[in-house]
């Protein structure tokens, strides 16, 4: 019996079974299962409350309440989805893109291990549409079919990862410039790979400051790279470089900044896109020639919206670049996180090995990918094409300036930048407010990404309540209009700059 399992419940679980008319009882560290009876609050971060594995009954195969335990479960989890996604207005994610007709292929373990590009040992895969789509992503961002190679990733994280070890695979002593304002995984990857890396100051729009990474640049040119850039030197095993020998570049260009996570550093809360044109330049006259630099450009949200905007700078494999990846579950709506990443393909020759066991090549990170994803994401281009996607594109510009107007009429501080989604505003003070929109926030700010399923009515809804009750916080003290500082003075609406 079921009848009683729920959550926060004890469970009676039967701890033996009858198989062949013998009783056969389960190891006894199987047997008790007991859920967590609060939904608890450790050091102010709210923990999950599981749904716990359960074991079958006897008896549930004929009774059937097993299956109904269950589709209940499924059922209250699909009311809070659909709930929560009404108001879910902080991170780049999107729903209502119809995947229905892929359901039939749910039931199939498709994996493909190894290189999109050949065949495996394992041909329950779905290379086809992983290569269909990689062809797609090539073109859009001008690279011959035969001079590229690339994946679909798990997402933007696995791209950067990807996209900074070819760059450390190049240069194994090259030093990592990367933004403040870049995505955390840009950090970690440097990390991870133990590189040393120098942050680069940025704007208040958060784009890439030009000028203090040249100022870098120049101030490292003839020195040691190891030490120099110690701004957090890891622990590693890189030989230093004797004096006066000028050193490699690896860059992480972000072409834009969204947020999934509400804790990170970085841009990503933004929407900024560096000035990738300018960084090139800066590199060109600082005496770095295109075989001691590698530049890899994150693209996460907005590198699939710049190629549908006319007046947007170009990603282009046309330009000195080595790599770049997006997020398959952003832009595109894929129902699970995913990604593409392209890089030259004379690059991953120093990362391509024969695998004896899957009977492929590989240069991926990953052993087991996804064989699903590449059809979300064949699917959804399919679904669209580029007019679709333009489409989609100009109407969240639109929609986004739209919020931005109607924020700046209730006298809040906000700023768009120029071919973003993503509208910056000052953070509310109400951690039940921040919660109920889902806003990402970092430091004194909050933001929106206006995505395609985002109407004007949610978008007039949120605007209605954070003004109404921002004008309680402020009549109670709670509130204070923030400053200049974080959004630029033109921006602002505190009492000082009006
Ligand atoms: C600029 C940027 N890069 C990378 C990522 C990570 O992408 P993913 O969540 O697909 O791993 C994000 C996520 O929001 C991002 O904004």
């Known amino acids: 019996m079921v009848g009683s399992v729920g959550v926060g419940a004890r469970l009676e679980v039967?701890?033996?079974?009858?198989?062949?008319?013998?009783?056969e009882y389960l190891p006894e560290d199987l047997v008790p299962v007991v859920l967590a009876e609060n939904n608890e609050v450790t050091n102010g971060v709210q923990m999950i409350l599981p749904y716990a594995v359960t074991e079958p009954e006897a008896d549930?195969?004929?009774t059937g309440e097993r299956e109904a335990y269950m589709a209940?479960?499924?059922?209250?989890?699909?009311r809070s989805l659909v709930e929560?996604?009404?108001h879910q207005l902080g991170y780049p994610t999107r729903v209502y893109v119809n995947y229905g007709a892929l359901s039939n292929l749910q039931h199939f373990c498709i994996n493909n291990c190894g290189s999109p590009f050949i065949e495996s040992a394992y041909s329950i895969h779905s290379r086809q549409f992983e290569v269909g789509v990689l062809d797609w992503f090539a073109r859009l961002w001008g690279i011959q079919k035969d001079e590229y190679w690339g994946y679909v990733t798990t997402g933007g994280t696995e791209g950067n990862f990807h996209g900074i070890l070819v760059g450390r695979e190049l240069f194994p002593d090259g030093i990592l410039y990367t933004s403040e304002?870049?995505?955390y995984s840009v950090f970690r990857a440097a990390q991870m790979y133990r590189m040393n890396y120098v942050k680069v100051d940025s704007l208040i729009s958060g784009e890439i400051d030009c000028t203090d990474f040249k100022a870098k640049l120049l101030l490292n040119k003839n020195k040691p790279v190891v030490g120099t850039f110690a701004e957090i030197r890891l622990q590693n095993n890189h030989k230093e470089k004797p004096n006066n020998v000028m050193a490699d570049s690896i860059l992480n260009i972000s072409i834009h900044d969204s947020s999934i996570l509400h804790f990170f550093a970085g841009t990503t809360v933004k929407g900024a896109i560096d000035d990738l044109d300018r960084v090139i330049k800066i590199l060109k006259t600082t005496g770095f020639g295109?075989?001691?630099?590698?530049i890899h450009c994150d693209g996460a949200l907005i590198g699939l919206m710049m190629p549908f905007v006319k007046r947007a700078p170009k990603i282009s494999f046309e330009k000195p670049i080595g790599s770049v990846c997006i997020s398959g579950h952003k832009f595109l709506g894929c129902p699970v996180p995913c990604g593409v990443h392209i890089t030259r393909l004379n690059h991953i020759k120093a990362l391509s090995r024969n695998i004896e066991y899957i009977g492929c090549q590989d240069a991926t990170l990953m052993g087991s990918r996804s064989g699903h994803a590449p059809i979300f994401l064949w699917y959804a281009l399919n679904q669209k094409g580029h007019r679709g996607l333009q489409k989609e594109v100009q109407m969240c510009l639109k929609n986004a300036q739209y919020l931005k107007e109607r924020l700046h009429a209730s006298r809040i501080s906000v700023m768009l930048n120029e071919f973003s989604n993503i509208v910056v505003f000052e953070k509310p003070r109400n951690e039940e407010f921040i919660l109920y929109w889902q806003l990402a926030v970092q430091g004194n700010l909050a933001h929106v990404v206006v995505m395609p399923n985002i109407t004007v009515a949610q978008l007039d809804e949120f605007v209605r309540d954070l003004a109404e009750k921002r004008a309680i916080w402020l009549?109670?003290?709670?509130?204070?209009?923030?400053c200049a500082a974080d959004v630029g003075k033109e921006n602002c609406a505190c009492p000082r700059h009006q």
């Open 14 to 23: 039967s701890t033996s079974t009858e198989i062949n008319g013998e009783i």
């Open 290 to 294: 295109e075989d001691r630099f590698y």
């Open 84 to 86: 929560r996604t009404k």
């Open 475 to 482: 009549r109670e003290g709670k509130h204070q209009p923030f």
């Open 72 to 78: 209940s479960i499924l059922e209250k989890y699909k």
């Open 181 to 183: 304002d870049s995505h």
């Open 60 to 62: 549930d195969e004929i």
